[in-house]
């Protein structure tokens, strides 16, 4: 069984710029979480997915994230503009419906310059 | 607001030696409690996850333990070897139907050859 794939693995962008993270969920699972883990820090929720909508954003960023889960699949994160306080690994995890279990990728490891 | 605190913070031991990391939590109203495994550059990897009405739990040679009342978690790892190198996070779950997770900061173990 294929696990979740995220992609970039790494990005480097520049203060001001946009940038976008892709995530591919383990196959039938229909919530998706989407996590930031500064460097020493545990991973922190920014918002999750149960198909296509929105379960809990409480501590995402709206002014310059965002994120969406078109066709209850794949999913996007976005920054913009992006500050130099947003370098952190990006995860993103799944689980089935009603699962305890949250399987995680590998993250997309951001630095902002 | 539910903080989750791991005691120590890094860890050095020789190979073969047992070892306990330590997990707190500020509030004791929680569905579950799950241990995670960090490798460099890695995901998170669910290594325990022990239900609020469960004492214990054990893997091969991991044990973890939950003390609902008193707000702490132990992980136990015997005869611990260079290949769990790793850092070591415990998150807790404090219920509703969301499964959101609140994580520690985690213990970086390195044990030598």
């Known amino acids: 069984e294929a696990g979740v794939a995220q992609s970039p693995r790494y990005k480097i962008i520049e203060k001001r710029q946009s940038v976008a993270f892709w995530c591919n969920p383990i196959s039938g699972h229909a919530t998706l979480y989407w996590y930031q883990q500064i460097l020493g820090q545990g991973p922190k929720l920014l918002i999750q997915?149960?198909?296509?909508?929105?379960?809990?954003d409480s501590q995402l960023p709206k002014d310059r994230f965002s994120a969406e889960r078109l066709k209850g699949v794949d999913s996007t994160l976005k920054i913009q503009p992006a500050k130099l306080e947003d370098s952190a690994v990006y995860l993103c995890?799944?689980?089935?419906?009603?699962?305890?279990?949250?399987?995680f990728g590998p993250g997309t490891r951001l630095l902002v310059l | 607001k539910q903080e989750v605190t791991q005691i120590p913070a890094a860890l050095s031991v020789p190979e073969g030696e047992n070892l306990v990391l330590n997990c707190s939590f500020t509030d004791s109203a929680i569905y579950n409690l799950q241990w995670f495994r960090q490798d460099p550059g890695k995901g998170l990897t669910s290594l325990l996850l022990i239900q609020s009405s469960q004492r214990e739990q054990t893997s091969g040679r991991l044990n973890a333990s939950l003390d609902k009342s008193s707000g702490r978690s132990t992980l136990y790892i015997a005869a611990s070897q260079p290949g769990d190198s790793a850092t070591y996070l415990c998150?807790?779950?404090?219920?509703?139907?969301?499964?959101?997770?609140?994580f520690g900061k985690g213990t970086l173990l390195t044990v030598n050859p």
């Open positions: 997915f149960q198909n296509n909508g929105v379960v809990d």
């Open positions: 998150a807790v779950d404090s219920g509703g139907s969301n499964y959101k997770l609140t």
């Open positions: 995890a799944s689980s089935l419906p009603g699962g305890e279990t949250q399987y």
